[in-house]
């Protein structure tokens, strides 16, 4: 895995030159995104940095020609712990569901066949594992950040017994009483689909520009009382990621 993630680590310095013109809002931008979507893929047999960035590069132009301007932006995640299901996920930012749905009907009527036969060998993704959201961004970063690269922890909550959303709130403002780091910024995400059971009563997202950045601001949290106190409302599942922009 950690050689499967260094491989998605470089492409972004292959396929930064060559992705859209577009200069739309990604996900590590001020503007909140109105929905973000999850799309897992599995890497083939002739999987190669060079591979990826040719179908980065390719997949931009596609976009670019077919009815997305709905579309803010596009990233790759990498799961810092293999996961049996995917080797990363493609994830896509929307303005809004409309934009979403006449870009997947423009998509599936008219590229996705020449698509398939692109990516043959190289990859391939999984239409029964594609994950609808919507996004609110609770908090912004006090840098921005630029880099194109990132990391970012998925937090599957459910409430302790006897706390409810009222708890959130004021965890949220504790949050918001302290800089855990420059990079740092959070959002919430919304499943615009049924969650399996048992489904999580909130998703947290972090997000940090890099690993040291977010070591610092975990290391601030559990130091501090939040843990015991309105951080107490609640148990969470987390799933780590890094991940790079493939399109801004």
């Not at 303005?95 to 870009?103: K, P």
């Not at 998925?154 to 409810?164: H, I, P, T, V």
Request: contains cysteine; aromatic residues 14%; negative net charge.
């Amino acid at each position: 895995m950690k050689k499967f993630t260094l491989l998605l680590t470089s492409i972004f310095i292959i396929a930064a030159c060559s992705q859209s013109d577009n200069q739309n809002q990604s996900e590590t931008t001020e503007a909140p995104t109105s929905l973000v979507e999850y799309v897992w893929h599995k890497a083939g047999s002739d999987f190669s940095a060079d591979n990826l960035a040719m179908l980065i590069r390719s997949w931009n132009g596609m976009i670019d020609d077919a009815m997305c301007s709905g579309m803010t932006g596009a990233n790759i995640l990498t799961p810092e712990v293999a996961n049996e299901g995917y080797d990363f996920i493609w994830v896509l930012l929307w303005d809004s569901q409309s934009s979403r749905d006449a870009c997947w009907n423009d998509w599936t009527t008219n590229l996705q066949s020449n698509w398939d036969t692109m990516i043959d060998g190289i990859m391939q993704y999984d239409l029964d594992n594609v994950y609808l959201f919507g996004w609110t961004i609770g908090q912004y970063p006090k840098v921005e950040n630029d880099t194109g690269s990132f990391v970012n922890s998925f937090n599957f909550c459910n409430y302790n017994e006897g706390y409810s959303e009222a708890d959130l709130d004021t965890f949220r403002d504790d949050i918001a009483a302290t800089n855990w780091s420059d990079s740092y910024w959070y959002g919430l995400l919304d499943p615009k689909f049924e969650p399996a059971d048992p489904a999580p009563d909130f998703v947290w997202l972090n997000l940090w520009a890099n690993s040291t950045e977010k070591e610092i601001a975990q290391n601030k949290y559990n130091n501090s009382d939040l843990p015991s106190t309105t951080g107490a409302a609640f148990t969470c599942n987390n799933v780590d990621f890094s991940g790079v922009a493939i399109r801004r």
